[in-house]
């Protein structure tokens, strides 16, 4: 078994999932492990509608660091937003996005004093 290969399954794997799909429930194959012989991929299924644990992580740690998740950040012209939290990771655990760009090259990690510095709820004294 090769990565071409697990490539090619996931994608029949992702295919079979979208025409047989659950009810109420979004399912996404993940990560793959290969080995000589086989491939084991990581499957995981979840409400529909309910968000990744980046973005659930996001909700609780924005109101410890008193971040305001509605507020859209301008830095060099471009528009970001604050999308998710990632609790493993830390020097950088915060993400945002790019705004009007769809794909998720347009993520980006920063860190506890960036988000702070463009998130912060509160109001700078003059």
């Known amino acids: 078994m090769n990565r071409t290969t697990a490539k090619i399954l996931r994608e029949k794997l992702n295919a079979v ?3 047989h799909g659950m009810d109420d429930y979004e399912i996404n194959v993940g990560k793959e492990t290969v080995d000589d012989v086989s491939v084991t991929f990581k499957i995981e299924i979840r409400e529909q509608g309910a968000g990744s644990q980046e973005e659930r992580d996001l909700e609780i740690y ?3 660091y008193n971040l305001d998740t509605t507020k859209i950040a301008t830095v060099q012209g471009d528009k970001y937003s604050l999308v998710g939290f ?6 950088q655990p915060f993400i945002i996005q790019k705004l009007g760009v ?3 090259a347009s993520k980006y990690k920063i860190t506890e004093n960036q988000a702070k510095r463009f998130f912060s709820n509160e109001q700078p004294t003059a």
Request: hydrophobic fraction near 35%.
């Open 102 to 104: 769809g794909d998720k």
């Open 62 to 64: 924005a109101k410890l």
């Open 17 to 19: 999932f979208a025409e």
């Open 86 to 91: 990632n609790t493993r990771a830390r020097k």
